[in-house]
């Protein structure tokens, strides 16, 4: 019984926490594998505000001590997640200013030619007897 609450406890210590994953720490030639999307950590935040306004408008002790338990985890939570999502993202463009050309690459057909007609256009019709 003990192990099934220690497991509900860590899988609910925020969304963030457990799927949200961070660049690997050693350099590869492969682009980073890791979370850049901030969903996650923003469910955490709302999860940690509304267990805040919670605390803050709950008349039971024990429903505080609750809360604050609750914010307290979704909080370090969303934390975690918005800096791990930073981190995966500065990977990224690391990754990207590592591999970038400057040069187009040999493949990329020319430029079309410019249109330029023969004889100008007139603009209106020319004036005189029909």
């Known amino acids: 019984m003990r192990t099934v609450v ?5 899988l609910a210590s925020g969304c963030s926490f457990v799927f949200v994953d961070r660049p690997s720490t050693t350099r590869s030639q492969t682009f980073p594998d890791c979370t850049d999307s901030v969903a ?3 469910v955490d935040a709302g999860i940690a505000s509304g267990a ?20 307290a985890l979704y909080g370090v939570s969303a934390f975690i997640g918005f800096d791990r999502v930073r981190d995966c993202k ?15 690459p ?17 603009l209106a019709p020319p004036h005189g007897p029909l």
């Open 6 to 10: 220690l497991l509900l406890v860590v």
């Open 40 to 42: 996650l950590p923003w």
């Open 52 to 71: 805040a306004s919670a605390v803050l408008f709950s008349r039971a002790k024990d429903d505080s001590a609750a809360g604050l338990a609750y914010m």
């Open 90 to 104: 500065n990977a990224r463009q690391r990754w990207i200013d590592a591999h970038a050309t400057t040069a187009a």
């Open 106 to 122: 040999a493949w990329y057909p020319p430029p079309p030619p410019v249109y330029a007609p023969d004889a100008p256009v007139p």
